[in-house]
């Protein structure tokens, strides 16, 4: 049986439970590591091919849209007011619910909802750059509601808040790093109330004290873990408690005053791959230790052409990653070789969402709105070109044989 074997049966026994089949419970998926359920997904589509249906949307963004069974969770604002909206699979809008003002972006590519929601199933959790969390039932019916910024201090990033809230089985977890108090909070996911909340002050140089990127939930043994990766370290922490359980400094070791961070990390089996340096560093760490583990858990680095937006992906002994500027390689998870890599036709424009990728194909989403689908089997050859002539920030989501493709002003559903 030969590596591509390998790898493709280990995909699909990760891949083998219901949850994974039918649900996207978040930006990442549900093991936050990009990766969707074994299908017959579409490869290529045009504004018109291959369209089940597609709504319009009241606002830009770069929040990606959720899903649960039957619905179909999007963030965004109206009319000055933060937006949350269900739609179901026939692209109908079954309710929508404003939640507190509007804060505009500041960038080009930013927005006032570039978190997105994150579901457990029963209830969805909405995260805005005004600082409002709330949480709904799937009725639409609001549970809590609370303001971050009015309860612990205001948003003092440079940028536009991207960090999305996590889920454990007990709380909702936020991260906020930037000029000081940066924290990481847990709330009680029934009441909104706080369970706890810790610093996370670690003296980084000016704009590398900020970060853009969302946690990742992990289970080591019986304890599940949170990994925060900012402010030029990447901690772990009981999620239970909030207690550090071990850190990784050496993201940035000359002090560089600029390197915010704003791709997320991915875990792949004991290994977690973190991006860091504006595209300059890539490094995976062996998960678990006590205290500092910088030198004693670094597994593999490299140190130039890795991206500094799109997060990475993780299948099977494989991590996907996409450069801003459009290369695309396959590592080894344990090394950190190349594999195979490709350059996507060059073009003005960069990549900002991230990999999304199956059993046989990755999926890039360049911000002109162009798809590339790649064949994992060929040497990630391109297979497609899809345009749709709208800009696109946010990551698309496979699910349930389906591609849902936020543009700038539409919602796609995508399907064969």
Same mark, same amino acid.
């Given at each position: 049986?030969?590596?591509?074997?390998?790898?493709?049966?280990?995909?699909? !026994?990760?891949?083998?439970?219901?949850?994974?089949?039918?649900?996207?419970?978040?930006?990442?998926?549900?093991?936050?590591?990009?990766?969707?359920?074994?299908?017959?997904?579409?490869?290529?589509?045009?504004?018109?091919?291959?369209?089940?249906?597609?709504?319009?949307?009241?606002?830009?963004?770069?929040?990606?849209?959720?899903?649960?069974?039957?619905?179909?969770?999007?963030?965004?604002?109206?009319?000055?007011?933060?937006?949350?909206?269900?739609?179901?699979?026939?692209?109908?809008?079954?309710?929508?619910?404003?939640?507190?003002?509007?804060?505009?972006?500041?960038?080009?590519?930013?927005?006032?909802?570039?978190?997105?929601?994150?579901?457990?199933?029963?209830?969805? *959790?909405?995260?805005?750059?005004?600082?409002?969390?709330?949480?709904?039932?799937?009725?639409?019916?609001?549970?809590?509601?609370?303001?971050?910024?009015?309860?612990?201090?205001?948003?003092?990033?440079?940028?536009?808040?991207?960090?999305?809230?996590?889920?454990?089985?007990?709380?909702?977890?936020?991260?906020?790093?930037?000029?000081?108090?940066? *924290?990481?909070?847990?709330?009680?996911?029934?009441?909104?109330?706080?369970?706890?909340?810790?610093?996370?002050?670690?003296?980084?140089?000016?704009?590398?004290?900020?970060? *853009?990127?969302?946690?990742?939930?992990?289970? &080591?043994?019986?304890?599940?873990?949170?990994?925060?990766?900012?402010?030029?370290?990447?901690?772990?922490?009981?999620?239970?408690?909030?207690?550090?359980?071990?850190?990784?400094?050496?993201?940035?070791?000359?002090?560089?005053?600029?390197?915010?961070?704003?791709?997320?990390?991915?875990?792949?089996?004991?290994?977690?791959?973190?991006?860091?340096?504006?595209?300059?560093?890539?490094?995976?760490?062996? !998960?678990?230790?006590?205290?500092?583990?910088?030198?004693?858990? !670094?597994?593999?680095?490299?140190?130039?052409?890795?991206?500094?937006?799109?997060?990475?992906?993780?299948?099977?002994?494989?991590?996907?990653?996409?450069?801003?500027?459009?290369?695309?390689?396959?590592?080894?998870?344990?090394?950190?070789?190349?594999?195979?890599?490709?350059?996507?036709?060059?073009?003005?424009?960069?990549?900002?969402?991230?990999?999304?990728?199956?059993?046989?194909?990755?999926?890039?989403?360049?911000?002109?709105?162009?798809?590339?689908?790649?064949?994992?089997?060929?040497?990630?050859?391109?297979?497609?070109?899809?345009?749709?002539?709208?800009?696109?920030?946010?990551?698309?989501? !496979?699910?349930?044989? &389906?591609?849902?493709?936020?543009?700038?002003?539409?919602?796609?559903?995508?399907?064969?």
């Amino acid at each position: 049986m030969n590596r591509r074997h390998v790898t493709a049966l280990v995909f699909v !026994l990760c891949c083998s439970t219901s949850s994974l089949a039918e649900n996207w419970p978040n930006w990442r998926g549900p093991n936050f590591d990009g990766v969707a359920a074994p299908g017959d997904y579409p490869v290529q589509w045009t504004t018109t091919e291959n369209v089940i249906w597609k709504v319009a949307l009241p606002s830009s963004a770069g929040s990606t849209p959720i899903v649960w069974g039957d619905h179909i969770f999007v963030d965004g604002a109206r009319d000055g007011k933060n937006l949350v909206q269900c739609f179901d699979w026939d692209g109908n809008i079954q309710w929508e619910r404003e939640q507190g003002t509007e804060r505009q972006g500041k960038h080009r590519k930013g927005s006032g909802a570039n978190p997105s929601p994150v579901t457990d199933g029963q209830h969805v *959790y909405c995260y805005f750059k005004s600082g409002d969390l709330s949480c709904y039932d799937f009725t639409g019916k609001l549970i809590w509601q609370k303001n971050l910024q009015a309860e612990f201090g205001p948003d003092s990033l440079w940028w536009d808040l991207g960090t999305s809230p996590v889920l454990t089985d007990n709380c909702v977890i936020v991260a906020c790093m930037q000029d000081a108090p940066s *924290y990481v909070v847990a709330l009680d996911k029934r009441t909104g109330k706080q369970v706890w909340k810790v610093d996370r002050n670690l003296n980084a140089p000016e704009e590398s004290h900020q970060a *853009y990127t969302t946690p990742i939930v992990t289970k &080591r043994g019986d304890t599940t873990v949170l990994l925060v990766l900012g402010s030029d370290h990447l901690t772990a922490h009981d999620a239970q408690t909030g207690t550090e359980l071990w850190r990784s400094a050496g993201f940035n070791p000359t002090g560089e005053t600029r390197y915010r961070s704003i791709a997320s990390a991915v875990v792949s089996g004991d290994t977690v791959v973190a991006p860091y340096a504006r595209g300059k560093l890539l490094r995976a760490l062996r !998960l678990g230790g006590h205290g500092d583990v910088t030198d004693s858990h !670094l597994a593999w680095e490299i140190k130039s052409d890795t991206p500094d937006v799109p997060t990475p992906a993780a299948v099977g002994d494989a991590i996907i990653v996409c450069t801003d500027k459009g290369k695309v390689m396959e590592l080894d998870v344990a090394t950190g070789k190349v594999r195979v890599e490709r350059d996507l036709p060059a073009g003005r424009d960069a990549f900002s969402a991230s990999p999304a990728v199956t059993q046989s194909h990755v999926y890039v989403t360049r911000e002109n709105g162009t798809t590339y689908v790649l064949d994992r089997q060929q040497e990630l050859k391109v297979i497609a070109e899809n345009r749709m002539d709208e800009s696109v920030i946010a990551t698309p989501v !496979l699910i349930q044989n &389906r591609v849902l493709l936020r543009t700038a002003e539409h919602l796609y559903c995508l399907g064969s």
